[in-house]
């Protein structure tokens, strides 16, 4: 199983860790989130990105842990979108997304943007780029809950499969969005 790391000084706003609790999979993740102290987080604050790495190290040794990983990634989008500017509300997915690097460094210091590249490869598919240190299957719950959440047609989000993913000793993990 995977041990995340990343640069120490890698900051995330405690309002990005609360998906951790809100999240389908929360009672079997909860003592996870017990032992590494991340049991009580103050939304105004921010937090070392390792921390939460650790708990997700501690995930990954679970049984279904694509599934805990899906889950929150899908209730970071649910909250991160309530807490988004009215203006980006208003936009499409392909909109969105490709101004996805802005939503990160709103949510993340001492990194960079260039951890998550969006390009549109046809006006109904966009292709993701991901660096992050965060599992590949919680980025996958992201981008899968914000094509629900706006796309109106039939879509499909899956991994490139020609390419090495970052959880398997990739470089990095490319995801796919496609619609109808």
Same mark, same amino acid.
């Given at each position: ?9 890698? =900051?995330?706003?405690? #309002? /990005? ?10 009672? =079997? &993740?909860?003592? *996870? ?11 105004? =604050? ?6 939460? %790495?650790? *708990? ?17 990634? $899908?209730? /970071? ?15 499409? %997915?392909?909109?969105?997304? %490709? ?5 990160? =460094? ?10 998550? +590249? ?9 292709? &993701?780029?991901? #660096? ?6 919680? $980025?996958?719950?992201?981008?899968? /809950?914000?094509?629900? +959440?706006? %796309?109106?047609?039939?879509?499909? *989000? +899956? ?10 000793g990739g470089e990095v993990t490319v995801i796919h969005i496609?619609?109808?």
């Amino acid at each position: 199983m995977p041990h995340y790391t990343c640069d120490p000084n890698i =900051q995330v706003t405690g #309002t /990005a860790i609360i998906p951790l609790f809100t999240n389908l999979e929360h009672e =079997q &993740i909860q003592p *996870v989130l017990e032992k590494h102290k991340l049991d009580q987080i103050d939304q105004s =604050q921010w937090y070392p990105v390792q921390k939460m %790495l650790d *708990v997700f190290s501690d995930i990954s040794e679970l049984p279904g842990s694509m599934f805990n990983f899906v889950a929150i990634g $899908m209730a /970071a989008t649910e909250y991160g979108y309530d807490n988004l500017p009215p203006e980006m509300k208003k936009m499409s %997915l392909d909109a969105l997304l %490709l101004t996805y690097s802005r939503i990160w =460094q709103q949510r993340h210091r001492n990194t960079t943007s260039e951890m998550i +590249k969006t390009e549109m490869v046809d006006p109904h598919h966009i292709r &993701i780029t991901v #660096t992050t240190p965060y599992p590949d299957d919680l $980025m996958y719950g992201i981008f899968y /809950a914000y094509a629900r +959440k706006l %796309l109106k047609t039939p879509f499909t *989000v +899956k991994y490139d499969d020609n390419v090495v993913r970052r959880d398997e000793g990739g470089e990095v993990t490319v995801i796919h969005i496609n619609w109808e």
